[in-house]
């Protein structure tokens, strides 16, 4: 048999190990389900989220179509990018940790993307900032089990079986005391 019952108690394991360091990142893909493309509204989407210090940002397209550069303020609102390049994805499927708290600009540099509308700037805060709105969901959820392990232990709250123990030995030293 496996494991004994006792190691499927699901503690809260928060609880053991204390505030958590950060929240859980998330990954964004730029679009949501129209991803990079040149008929999405990238205003809107990068307005319905909180971007947090850790999170990535997913920019999917087919490759060759679009691109993705993260620019300066200026070059994202001109669309010129002779100059205010800060980096350059171009494989279709590009992942960008945001790192700092600050604000980023993205365009797509095909010609006419960008002032198609194929740009947006996302303000990122540091993850603790948001940590009174996101720490409870950030319990830790244990790993899913196989299920027949755990059927078997179902008819047995843990607590009990700690307190027949105590009992038990608690019995066993009165025994011996009077016997
Ligand atoms: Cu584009």
């Known amino acids: 048999m496996g494991i004994p019952c006792i190691f499927h108690v699901k503690f809260p394991l928060s609880s053991l190990l204390g505030p958590e360091p950060s929240k859980r990142s998330e990954v964004y893909t730029v679009g949501d389900e129209e991803e990079w493309n040149a008929d999405a509204d990238f205003v809107s989407w990068s307005q319905k989220y909180k971007f947090s210090v850790g999170d990535v ?26 100059s205010g390049v800060l980096a350059k994805y171009e494989s279709g499927n590009d992942q960008i940790k945001l790192k700092q708290a600050k604000k980023y600009w993205f365009i797509c540099n095909v010609p006419g993307h960008c002032l198609g509308g194929m740009r947006f700037s996302i303000d990122v805060k540091e993850a603790s900032a948001t940590s009174g709105a996101n720490s409870t969901s950030a319990t830790i959820t244990p790993p899913p089990e196989s299920s027949s392990p755990l059927n078997s232990c179902k008819s047995y709250a843990p607590a009990v079986r700690w307190s027949m123990g105590i009992n038990l030995m608690a019995f066993g030293i009165l025994v011996r005391l009077y016997f």
């Open 57 to 82: 940002l997913r920019f999917t397209y087919v490759k060759g179509q679009h691109n993705a550069y993260e620019v300066t303020e200026d070059t994202y609102r001109s669309c010129n990018v002779s």
